[in-house]
């Protein structure tokens, strides 16, 4: 809304100085705006007093987002939900109002979109692979009082493939002859998707392909899920007890129901006698990082060493690098470079006594993250 605002009487016409130095117009067609008829048009046309146009703001009604459709939906990681996500922006009074919606997806960035002439506006949600089964959205409008939210529960889909747990760290292991080995093998259920996440129990057989020993403690989603396995996030794992001699132990799992499925096969060296490696920082910290510290084999056999630790991505900043270096060997093969996870071993065919150590955690061979390997002369 305009409103004309009349100044005291000027002296003069055309440009006229104003108190701040500035000049001011006149305008007849201003003047002239606010005579109603042609006989008054005479008399207001003289430009006597200047006027100057004001504009008044008057105060926006409020803005509010209402939801019409697509809440509460369920479907799986990386799909997009089948029906969008509606919402209508109206003024107070219910009259529909076209304005800028900013959809903010949890964990994703934000997207913009416009509210059409009835004050409509859509969003296509494609989802992420959340850490958790359910995932929000909130939706703003400049100039609105509140937001609205959405909720939709992400659930794996159905496996098409398996694909090992820890892979890289738990599918290669070193253990005693005759003895459980430390880990599980563990294997998920992949959907189409690509995700590790997938949903219901799947059967998975496991053979022992080399090496010899037995198979058992197996546990699928009934252990972790028992009331509800088919809602369970699918896996399953498996615990090799090895054959009695030293050598290459194998494992094969397959998913006979998924004919993508490609085997996996999970390896493990036997021993003779085995240390642990205390990677993380809280155990090496109580405990002295080799466990134990001393071994003893007859010559012609293998010591084992495993890094042992928490293989989950989210704790490695609680792990420390440690390295195998041997004082009559310091090089590979016979020593192991830093790292956080794996194993090595070692095949000692004369007797003696021989000393290695933690070269990040120890200055010489005898004080520090040291450890000895003793061999004698026969079995």
Request: glycine fraction near 10%; include cysteine.
């Amino acid at each position: 809304m305009i409103v004309l605002h009349r100044y005291p009487r000027l002296p003069s016409r055309g440009n006229v100085p104003t108190e701040g130095g500035a000049t001011m117009r006149h305008s007849r067609f201003a003047a002239a705006c606010l005579c109603g008829t042609s006989s008054m048009f005479a008399a207001c046309s003289k430009p006597s007093e200047p006027i100057e146009p004001i504009e008044v703001f008057e105060p926006p009604s409020s803005i509010a987002i209402q939801k019409l459709a697509g809440d509460d939906q369920t479907d799986t990681v990386l799909a997009t939900l089948p029906m969008p996500l509606r919402v209508q922006v109206v003024r107070s009074g219910g009259m529909p109002q076209s304005a800028r919606v900013i959809w903010r997806p949890e964990g994703q960035l934000a997207v913009f979109t416009r509210a059409d002439v009835t004050g409509v506006a859509s969003f296509t949600w494609t989802l992420p692979n959340p850490s958790s089964p359910y995932r929000s959205l909130k939706v703003d409008v400049l100039g609105a009082d509140s937001s609205v939210y959405f909720t939709v529960r992400v659930e794996g889909g159905r496996p098409v493939a398996i694909g090992k747990e820890f892979e890289g760290t738990t599918d290669a292991q070193v253990g005693l002859g005759g003895k459980r080995m430390l880990w599980k093998y563990g294997v998920f259920g992949f959907d189409a998707h690509g995700n590790d996440n997938a949903s219901g129990a799947l059967d998975v057989n496991w053979v022992i392909t080399s090496g010899g020993g037995t198979i058992g403690d197996i546990c699928g989603p009934e252990c972790w899920c028992p009331d509800t396995p088919s809602k369970c996030v699918f896996y399953t794992s498996a615990r090799h007890t090895l054959g009695l001699e030293e050598g290459i132990n194998t494992v094969t799992a397959t998913a006979p129901t998924l004919p993508a499925a490609r085997p996996l096969t999970f390896t493990t060296v036997g021993v003779t006698a085995l240390v642990e490696i205390r990677a993380l920082v809280a155990q090496a910290a109580k405990n002295a990082a080799f466990v134990p510290d001393s071994v003893s084999v007859p010559a012609g056999k293998t010591v084992g060493w495993i890094w042992v630790g928490d293989y989950d991505p989210e704790h490695l900043a609680a792990m420390e690098k440690h390295d195998v270096v041997f004082e009559d060997d310091p090089s590979s093969p016979a020593s192991a470079t830093p790292r956080l996870h794996g194993i090595h071993t070692r095949k000692f065919t004369a007797p003696g006594r021989y000393r290695y150590r933690c070269t990040l955690h120890s200055s010489d061979f005898s004080s520090g993250e040291v450890g000895i390997v003793t061999v004698g002369t026969g079995p």
